[in-house]
């Protein structure tokens, strides 16, 4: 039955995605047979349609076999949910593969599809630049269309309609069938504008927004240790905190419930009781805690803007649009991003004068390398075009600063050459 098949599907995509502790090869590529496998089911409709077409499936079977079933796996909506959220893990999964790949490091990367846990384990400031950052990416981008059908379809003796995004190539009437059941026709059809991310597809952006996020928490809490030490009561706090699995340097004062580690806190004179009811820390510990909070808010969100920034300016420069777009390098990346895709990260610092800008430059003038090694044409104008310290390019493109103080002379020489006029406007003009 089709039905069983689904969730077999299902239960071998969690099975393998549980087992999977660091990059693999042999893993990516079943990840990926499987992914095909859930797109051909169906998995990727509108809810609506996952659970009109697990409804029917569910009408295939005997009356005995169907209880059985739901027995076993709860009702009909669960099992469409199940079919959703399986196939986002898995989307996650292939993504934060390639990102592995591509860095040669897995340690950050929710190569399981286990953003979550990678999230939560990493602590609230960590979740909280996560969302910040998301916003970030999803608000700014070049301006997009999109098909949208409304689709009407039967389920459980009903005519219903429903919303699908149609895709960009193929037959729609197949795909709104293949979503919502044969039954199903599309009614009409209205073109939606939206924005494309510089990082196109949600696992894709979060994969590497884990990826960086989770590196940067990590980084900073090391900081926040160290400091801690010079201060006994943080410290103290701290570890009775820790002792009873809660986030270090939270205001518990705040927080509902857990009166027993309250109560602990009293008795180490670290925490208080309000006159009028509830807890406060004690006006030293509230002031340092808040001071720690603040700074690793702060940092936490700028490391991870410049570490993902400073990895996209490398695979930019390290490329040319053609290896880009057969997505060679960071998942989902734009080979060609446009101003807006590139305005989030136009005032993150990464050593390199406007290097936004100069992505941007470098992408117009690819044209224009007259056969020069992909990695050197990057390096070089960067140097003639970007006033960028050859010091700096070196060491963030793995090259020898001689080869690109070479690089920077010939790119410089080609404004001399045919092309030259062209590569001498773009290195003088100003990219809105």
């Not at 406007?425 to 100003?430: E, F, I, T």
Request: net charge positive.
């Amino acid at each position: 039955m089709e039905l069983h098949s689904s969730l077999a599907l299902v239960s071998s995509a969690n099975e393998l995605l549980d087992s999977i502790a660091h990059y693999d090869e042999e893993n990516l590529l079943r990840l990926q047979e499987m992914r095909g496998l859930m797109l051909q089911s169906g998995f990727d409709a509108p809810f609506a349609g996952v659970l009109a077409k697990t409804a029917t499936e569910m009408e295939e079977l005997s009356p005995a076999e169907a209880e059985d079933l739901k027995k076993q796996v709860g009702n009909i909506r669960y099992i469409a949910s199940l079919k959703k959220s399986t196939l986002n893990r898995v989307r996650i999964a292939i993504a934060a593969h390639r990102l592995a790949k591509h860095l040669g490091d897995n340690h950050k990367c929710p190569i399981s599809g286990d953003f979550i846990r990678r999230l939560a384990d990493a602590g609230d400031f960590a979740i909280l630049a996560y969302r910040e950052m998301m916003d970030t990416l999803e608000g700014y981008g070049t301006a997009a269309t999109q098909a949208i059908a409304t689709v009407e379809y039967e389920h459980e003796g009903e005519t219903k309609t429903a919303s699908m995004r149609l895709p960009a190539r193929g037959n729609a009437e197949l795909a709104a069938k293949g979503a919502f059941g044969d039954g199903a026709r599309i009614v009409a059809v209205k073109i939606q504008k939206g924005k494309s991310s510089i990082i196109k597809g949600k696992g894709a952006r979060i994969a590497i927004l884990t990826h960086f996020v989770t590196s940067a928490a990590a980084e900073v809490r090391n900081e926040l240790d160290a400091k801690e030490r010079q201060s006994p009561e943080v410290s103290k706090y701290n570890s009775i905190l820790a002792q009873n699995r809660l986030i270090r340097d939270a205001r518990l004062d705040l927080a509902e419930g857990f009166e027993n580690v309250k109560k602990t806190l009293e008795r180490e004179e670290l925490m208080e009781r309000k006159k009028e009811g509830g807890w406060k820390l004690t006006p030293d510990l509230e002031k340092e805690i808040n001071k720690r909070r603040k700074y690793a808010h702060e940092e936490v969100l700028l490391r991870s803007k410049g570490g993902m920034w400073e990895c996209f300016f490398v695979n930019y420069m390290k490329s040319n649009a053609g290896m880009r777009e057969a997505e060679k390098g960071i998942p989902g990346l734009a080979a060609r991003p446009g101003p807006e895709q590139l305005a989030p990260f136009a005032k993150v610092d990464i050593g390199i004068p406007n290097s936004a800008e100069l992505v941007q430059k470098k992408i117009e003038a690819e044209g224009k390398a007259a056969g020069m090694d992909v990695s050197a044409f990057g390096a070089g104008f960067a140097v003639a075009f970007g006033k960028a310290a050859p010091q700096r390019i070196a060491k963030l493109l793995g090259m020898a600063e001689q080869e690109v103080e070479k690089a920077g002379s010939r790119v410089a020489s080609l404004s001399k050459g045919r092309g030259g006029e062209f590569l001498s406007k773009l290195g003088k003009k100003k990219v809105r």
